[in-house]
């Protein structure tokens, strides 16, 4: 079982307020490089002249990748619409990556179309992650064509408009479900939206953003010292999944009750029409 630390840190922002991105070539661990470079060959493989870019992101390209334990998040931008794509091939290349891989604790394919990623006059997440969280490793780096961005509330929208529907989208994948490792998936996959909704919820406030869950949970400890400790359990269980679907779906009911009647409220202030695609004024 592994033991809650202090790690991770907040984005720094420049003297306008905007993200800087820390992520850099130079940040990443020589021994995460061999595996990258088959994640870019399979890539290039199987899509050919499809592939516009492929972009590290998370903790590997922040020079904070724990061998065994991080994740290596992709992001692959494609020339041609995803409907377009034959991607029959990506679950055999995950599976067969991961497989060849112990430096990780996983691959993560995402794909997304470039004129998807360079339509900004709405706030998306995946353009926000390119500009401030990953480091390009292969084709045309699109992070100069793409706007800075703050910890604003187009940003905390983006992690408050769908908590309730991922609430119980988490429960109904938990109920009756025997096969463990989902489960596990499951517990972690929910634990990391609640911290970082929580984070959302005082984000104006910090100005400040972060994707590490230790430093989400001190921010929202902060305005919320009545949550702390349920908010501490949301990190435990994301550092260390249980397969206790009862216990999880109790906890979820708990905290999920007081966490959609508190985002309810930002949503009222901020989002009162519930536009799910950031259509919020925007810091430029």
């Given at each position: 079982m592994r033991s809650i630390k202090n790690i991770?840190?907040?984005?720094?922002?420049?003297?306008?307020?905007?993200?800087?991105?820390?992520?850099?070539?130079?940040?990443?661990?020589?021994?995460?490089?061999?595996?990258?470079?088959?994640?870019?060959?399979?890539?290039?493989?199987?899509?050919?002249?499809?592939?516009?870019?492929?972009?590290?992101?998370?903790?590997?390209?922040?020079?904070?990748?724990?061998?065994?334990?991080?994740?290596?998040?992709?992001?692959?931008?494609?020339?041609?619409?995803?409907?377009?794509?034959?991607?029959?091939?990506?679950?055999?290349?995950?599976?067969?990556?991961?497989?060849?891989?112990?430096?990780i604790n996983g691959v993560e394919m995402s794909f997304f179309n470039l004129d998807d990623i360079c339509n900004t006059k709405r706030f998306s997440i995946i353009p926000?992650?390119?500009?401030?969280?990953?480091?390009?490793?292969?084709?045309?780096?699109?992070?100069?064509?793409?706007?800075?961005?703050?910890?604003?509330?187009?940003?905390?929208?983006?992690?408050?408009?769908?908590?309730?529907?991922?609430?119980?989208?988490?429960?109904?994948?938990l109920r009756g479900n025997e096969d463990k490792e989902d489960i596990l998936d499951c517990c972690v996959w929910i634990m990391k939206i609640i911290i970082r909704a929580g984070l959302a919820l005082v984000m104006e406030k910090e100005k400040q953003y972060t994707r590490d869950l230790y430093p989400a949970y001190e921010a929202f400890s902060r305005y919320y010292p009545e949550k702390k400790e349920k908010m501490l359990q949301a990190l435990e269980y994301a550092i260390n999944p249980i397969e206790n679907t009862d216990e999880l779906i109790f906890y979820l009911n708990d905290m999920g009750k007081w966490m959609i009647e508190t985002s309810e409220e930002w949503l009222l202030l901020h989002n009162p029409h519930k536009e799910r695609n950031g259509d919020l004024k925007r810091n430029d």
């Open positions: 991770g840190r907040f984005c720094k922002n420049d003297h306008n307020g905007f993200i800087i991105n820390d992520a850099s070539l130079d940040k990443i661990d020589t021994g995460f490089f061999e595996l990258i470079e088959k994640v870019i060959d399979t890539y290039r493989h199987q899509m050919g002249t499809d592939l516009h870019s492929v972009y590290i992101r998370g903790s590997i390209p922040r020079g904070l990748g724990i061998p065994e334990v991080s994740d290596l998040d992709t992001l692959r931008v494609t020339n041609k619409a995803l409907k377009d794509l034959d991607l029959d091939w990506v679950n055999n290349a995950e599976q067969k990556l991961n497989k060849d891989s112990s430096c926000f992650m390119i500009k401030t969280h990953s480091v390009c490793v292969y084709g045309e780096d699109l992070r100069n064509q793409l706007p800075a961005f703050k910890a604003d509330a187009a940003l905390a929208n983006e992690h408050i408009i769908n908590l309730e529907s991922n609430f119980v989208q988490a429960k109904e994948d």
